[in-house]
């Protein structure tokens, strides 16, 4: 959400962000979220969900080390590169995608890894039921990992500030999470720092959030 190349006062999320997807050529960089990566590596491959997938990187990433990914978004632009993706790459039956508003639904069915990264948006979304719903696709045994903005960098700041985006530390999350997690062990709860680069080349160090819970077998 750096480069504010859409309509930020757009009317719904589908509108923001097909809007997002649409405005510009792929925004794909080929690299799976780093956060993401540190968190799940280790982890035997099962079945796994991305909310909030964009074009696919994590669902292609998480497919290639034997997962059965399925990536859930808003925007049927970014849902068609990330098949694309999935496609060139070789993993169209270990990788899928489907069409959700996450404030109004969420795939079918219980994952070993449900995941949602940098879930944040300048249209209105109810973000912690969203996560605690989320908590419910988790099968036993089974891991949820939330990786979030908790700076903007200064370009996007004031966009974050006037529309009342929350970047809650990974602590608050876990808070938040915690009618539809007790007893949950929590693996992972840490602030990880990364350079990002701005609009007109200008640079700053952002931190994110990492909040990785297991369900009980």
């Given at each position: 959400m750096s480069t504010h190349d859409f309509d930020l006062d757009a009317p719904d999320a589908r509108a923001l962000w097909e809007g997002m997807y649409a405005a510009a050529g792929e925004r794909w960089s080929g690299r799976p979220n780093a956060a993401l990566v540190r968190a799940v590596q280790d982890l035997a491959p099962g079945t796994a969900v991305d909310l909030g997938c964009?074009?696919?990187?994590?669902?292609?990433?998480?497919?290639?080390?034997g997962w059965r990914a399925t990536g859930a978004d808003v925007s049927p632009t970014a849902l068609a590169r990330g098949a694309a993706h999935a496609a060139a790459a070789g993993l169209a039956e270990r990788a899928r995608f489907e069409e959700h508003d996450l404030g109004a639904s969420l795939p079918a069915g219980e994952f070993d890894l449900v995941a949602a990264s940098f879930l944040h948006s300048f249209a209105h979304l109810d973000r912690d039921d969203v996560l605690r719903r989320a908590a419910g696709l988790v099968a036993p045994g089974g891991s949820l990992v939330v990786v979030g903005h908790v700076t903007a960098p200064p370009w996007g700041g004031a966009a974050h500030a006037e529309r009342h985006v929350d970047l809650p530390a990974p602590q608050r999350v876990r808070e938040v999470l915690a009618p539809a997690t007790a007893g949950w062990e929590v693996l992972r709860e840490e602030l990880l720092e990364r350079e990002v680069e701005g609009p007109d080349g200008q640079r700053a160090v952002v931190a994110d959030g990492v909040l990785h819970l297991r369900r009980p077998a």
């Open positions: 964009g074009e696919g990187g994590d669902v292609v990433w998480l497919a290639s080390r």
